[in-house]
């Protein structure tokens, strides 16, 4: 009997535990009730509306802009309207953060940077990232990633976060590298874009990784 007791009373202490370490590794539900803004020296990250689909139409109809996003441009403002309205839905729906990327003094639209498909059960992002021809070689997209990343990690609750580029985006993969991110694999001809096979290249970041810069 003093056992069996015994037993229980080890059972509950292993399942209170197990709770503690599944609360403590949690995704943070509450940056889906009220959408963060970030903030750097030189930006603010703030959340993508419809009022900004100019601007997104004309970075992304940029010829130089999507030369490797392997995605279709958008010909017109109904189509960046539309992609907006998507990414409000998937906030909505708890499962991707967008940010527009605007110059902190003047407000002036630089780019858009994501989280998007959310992974609850492995605590796994993927980020994304786009930025006007006009604002290249600053060091502008650095900023934002390392904002979005401590976010994420910090934050959010992440532990390990992914990008997915085209191998010839020889310049996506050298910023991916130098925040510490490490190529995962090489899938040949995995995506069909337009009746075309492309390779794609998968690179990841680990929590401990980033913290350790």
């Known amino acids: 009997m003093q056992c069996s007791l015994g ?9 209170t535990a197990a709770n503690a370490i599944l609360a403590f590794v949690m995704i943070n539900e509450k940056y889906f009730e009220e959408f963060p803004q970030l903030k750097t020296e030189r930006l603010l990250l703030r959340k993508q509306e419809l009022k900004d689909a ?6 992304r109809s940029n010829e ?11 010909e017109d403002i109904k189509a960046s309207e539309a992609f907006i309205a998507r990414n409000l839905e998937s906030y909505e729906q708890k499962t991707g953060f967008f940010w527009d990327i605007t110059a902190a003094e003047t407000g002036n639209y630089l780019g858009d940077i994501i989280l998007r498909k959310i992974d609850r059960t492995n605590f796994r992002a993927e980020i994304g990232y786009t930025l006007k021809p006009d604002y290249w070689g600053r060091g502008y997209m650095k900023e934002a990633m390392r904002a979005v990343i401590s976010f994420g990690f910090k934050d959010l609750g992440l532990h390990s976060i992914e990008a997915n580029i085209n191998p010839a985006n020889t310049t996506s ?3 991916l590298l130098k925040m510490g ?3 995962e694999a090489f899938f040949r001809e995995n995506y069909n874009y337009n009746g075309r096979f492309l390779d794609t290249e998968i690179y990841s970041l680990l929590e401990r990784d980033f913290i350790q810069q």
């Open 54 to 59: 100019p601007h997104l139409q004309q970075m």
């Open 64 to 74: 130089q802009v999507m030369l490797y996003m392997d995605s279709d441009r958008h």
């Open 173 to 175: 993969r050298e910023l």
């Open 181 to 183: 991110f490490l190529k």
């Open 7 to 15: 037993l229980q009373k080890a059972s509950a202490v292993l399942y």
